[in-house]
């Protein structure tokens, strides 16, 4: 079981990213996927979440509004489109994968996680 982040980089403030993530190896249908960052010194942080179906949605207060996730249940993949980017929401952003189907902010309940991908938005 894998999960492939992707789609990082450097942006101007103001400007936009699309984070991607593909899961391999089991399909991910029934869980729930999210998004988390970790800036350096700081803890790892929720961002977003979605649940098996789509239907629902959750955003950290920080993001929500700029911030969309979405799933393609059929590739097996979850997006991240990220607006109005702002030099705080520079850090390593994660997706990872819960085995249930409602959504949780708790990091310790996802079970599956990708590497990570850079976001660096500069001033």
């Known amino acids: 079981v894998q999960l492939q982040a992707s789609g990082g980089g450097l942006v101007q403030a103001g400007g936009s990213l699309t984070l991607s993530c593909a899961a391999s190896g089991r399909t991910f249908g029934g869980y729930t996927l999210g998004w988390f960052r970790q800036a350096p010194g700081k803890e790892r942080e929720f961002v977003a979440a979605i649940n098996w179906s789509g239907a629902s949605t959750y955003y950290a207060a920080v993001v929500k509004g700029r911030f969309t996730i979405s799933r393609d249940t059929g590739k097996n993949t979850v997006a991240l489109q990220m607006n109005s980017l702002k030099p705080e929401d520079t850090a390593v952003y994660y997706c990872?994968?819960?085995?249930?189907?409602?959504?949780?902010?708790?990091?310790?309940?996802?079970?599956?996680w990708g590497q990570g991908t850079q976001v660096t938005v500069s001033s």
């Open positions: 990872a994968a819960f085995v249930g189907g409602f959504i949780t902010t708790t990091l310790a309940e996802y079970g599956y």
